[in-house]
């Protein structure tokens, strides 16, 4: 390859922008772009994600010689504008060397600040700054760091503390202070050489002192840290491809612990939890990058509003708060002003929310990333809504925006208003990510996982949390933090998930030893209730009850703006009134699947059904189906009645009887009871029910066919009920789907009996319904003569859960076996049963599609099942034309969100 490998960015000029993430990662074309717009950044340069990609290649040794012209060339084009130079004692150039992919990775992958200290350069700085307080912290820093990241000194175990942090509070501990930044100059030097030793000592090798060697290994430690395990496993949440590399940017160091009119911070032009149009953020005087976001220190609000807000909150008076908590507005105010400018400016540039990390050195304002700010379902829909009204973004720009998938957040419940003022408040942290949670408390990632896993519901509680702990916050309903604020790792990342956080409460002690935390003196031990409030940073003992979110104006106009775009409707699976109401007000529009088999199972009905399975002939089999007729009816009724003016499809019975009848000796007893048999008699039965491959047996369609009357009965309940309803005015629209249909003389024969059934019941009633039959399309030789069964068929409705199940071979009930290993190999991306798999199935269906239309114009096709809420699966079926998609009631918006997105992506 001769392509370009380093590109070159400071002083208001760039070889890149923001267009090229692809090559340069979301961090290097931002700070491309940022100098090119004439925002304050130190110089330096990225090496493309191509090289991360070469460096799998080829190995370090190679990767460097390939880099090595261009990067030395870049290196002096800083020190050019920085007028200092790498390496030399008397006018020392330090820089960073950073981790950035195409997507944002927040935290994932490794930094290094400082880089090019050594010994010698830190006396010459030293001399240069006359403030050896500031060289030696930077130094102390950049051997941890350079250790950490470069020569892998991070503890293997979890369970063992970083070597680092273990000299730092011995040393800490012998002048009996709590603060990093209280430790002397003699004690920061110590730290230099304790934490160099300490290396020697595990690794066997020098710190290195070159820093051009420094640098090398720098660049490919991050290079690495892109297959490091937490950023492997980010991908795996995110769908980010493992192909896409991390770029990697060096830049000129601007130091914000160079005394007190320094500071570092993290700002946002809007609020991420909320959505709010309030740029906020915090800082920290004195201190470096890192710190902010690793909750070392509690930081302090950087404007004025932010700031009484917290005190507010935190139960701080206004006095003390100016006293002690003062914002960044009101002691750095010229600092402040720029900086408020330059987040608007990136706002409006950049047409969305940033998310942004500075540096102020000795009272100059720097800028050292800008990205379009991760946030929460509510924050999203409010942002894009309130972009459109400012006439930044358009309407289908706004709908774009959107991820369907977190719109999930904003339908989920929080907590009871009622049952929140019994609740006893225990302590107050920060609202680091709405929602509300609740669950028993865990503190480590794995039992959090683990006990998830067993089905329990865990509030991870920790002092604060790291990359580590990916697993086990994605595992938990919420998290809850002692250090750390609004802009730490715990915060960032649960809203990133959508989880309930509260991170930076104070007032907790937690002890991982002993399982404990300990909150105004009383302890909670593991596997206690807690619950938190993520809207409020409130804290509570025990389980809080939730209830159903309201639905905001937001939400309703967004929802509004999808249906002018989309094509494909939504329909709902519903097989109650309540789901129907409820989806009904999600904005379906009908049902796509009402599955019966559901409704025999409460008491009365599971009798009769029983007794129904047990007959030994049809006039058995009619006797009991005349005692369920009643109850399907009612069940019917209420359905369409919800459900009134939009279509609803019923599919008739489906799985197999032996679903029916109970398999333990203590259930059989009490069914012989019930029947007035003795147990053999039902032991016989259940025996003669049992069949190998249950899933591609007696069921479905096959059941009608055996057992007609069972179609007769169902078919004059569904119709019975349509008449009762068009008697009292109503506008019943009932359709009529026969399951697991493989050949079109099956339908035939189910339609005659359906039709036969209606004629008889339009009779009694004296009154007719317009009502429609049609079939599930779920095996695949359904598909493959699609052309012939539509011919019997007024609609089609794929049942991609069976056809997924059929069409791979694949058993749903025993994926679980194999199918993580196939996920690892990459045999498949994805479980196919989660996400259709358009390559296959989706071929399937396709063809169904153009046939079946083919031989009956107009014909309508939906898809029930999981996919159906699923946005790439939904976005499949608006691109191949199908009429609408169905899915649970909860789902609806999502699917909403997602069709519009595909009509507008055509
Ligand atoms: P991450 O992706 O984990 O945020 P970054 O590369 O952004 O890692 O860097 C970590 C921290 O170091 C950030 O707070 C950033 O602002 C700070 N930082 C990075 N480069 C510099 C620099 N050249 N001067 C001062 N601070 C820096
Ligand atoms: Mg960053
Ligand atoms: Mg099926």
Known sequence: MSEKRVYLFGNGKAEGNATMRERLGGKGANLAEMNLIGVPVPPGFTITTDCCNEYYEVGQEKIISLLNDEVMAAVKNIETLMNS?????????????????RASMPGMMDTIL???LNDEVAEGMTKKTGNPHFVYDSYRRFVQMYGDVVLEMKPVNKEDRDPFEEIIEKVKERR?????????????KDLVRLFKEAIKERTGKDFPDDPIEQLWGAVCAVFRSWMNERAILYRKMEGIPDEWGTAVSVMAMVFGNMGETSATGVCFSRDAGNGENLFNGEYLVNAQGEDVVAGIRTPQQITKIGSQRWAERAGVSEEERVANYPSMEETMPEIYKELDELQNKLEQHYHDMQDMEFTVQEGKLWFLQTRNGKRTGTAMVKIAIDLLHEGMIDEKTAIMRCEPQKLDELLHPVFDKKALMNAKVITQG??????????????HADDAKAWHEDGRKVVMVRVETSPEDLAGMAAAEGILTARGGMTSHAAVVARGMGKCCVSGAGGINVDYKSKTVEIDGVVYKEGEYISLNGSTGQVYAGEVPTKAAELSGDFKELMDLCNKYTKLLVRTNADTPHDARVAREFGAQGIGLTRTEHMFFEDKKIIAMREMILSENVEGREKALAKLLPYQKADFKGILEAMDGLPVNIRLLDPPLHEFV????AGQEIMAKEMGVDITTIKHRVDSLAENNPMLGHRGCRLGITFPEITAMQTRAILGAACELKKEGKNPMPEIMVPLIGTYHE???QKDIIYATAKQVFAEYGIEV?????????????????DLIAKEAQYFSFGTNDLTQMTFGYSRDDIASFLPVYLDKKILKVDPFQVLDQEGVGRLIKYAV???RDARPGLRCGICGEHGGEPSSVKFCAKIGMDYASCSPFRVPIARLAAAQAAIEE
């Open 850 to 852: 153009k046939e079946g």
């Open 430 to 443: 920060l609202p680091a990510s709405p929602g509300a949670a609740c669950g028993q408390i865990v503190f």
């Open 176 to 188: 009996g202070i709590t603060l990093d930044k209280d430790m002397s100059v003699e004690e920061l």
């Open 747 to 749: 339908l035939k024969q």
């Open 770 to 786: 317009e009502y429609e039959v049609g079939t599930m399309i779920e095996i695949p030789r359904a598909a493959l003569t699609a």
């Open 662 to 665: 109970p398999h333990d000796n």
């Open 114 to 116: 400082n880089l090019g």
């Open 85 to 101: 130079k790498f390496g030399d004692a008397q006018n020392p150039l330090l820089v960073s060397v950073r981790s950035g992919a």
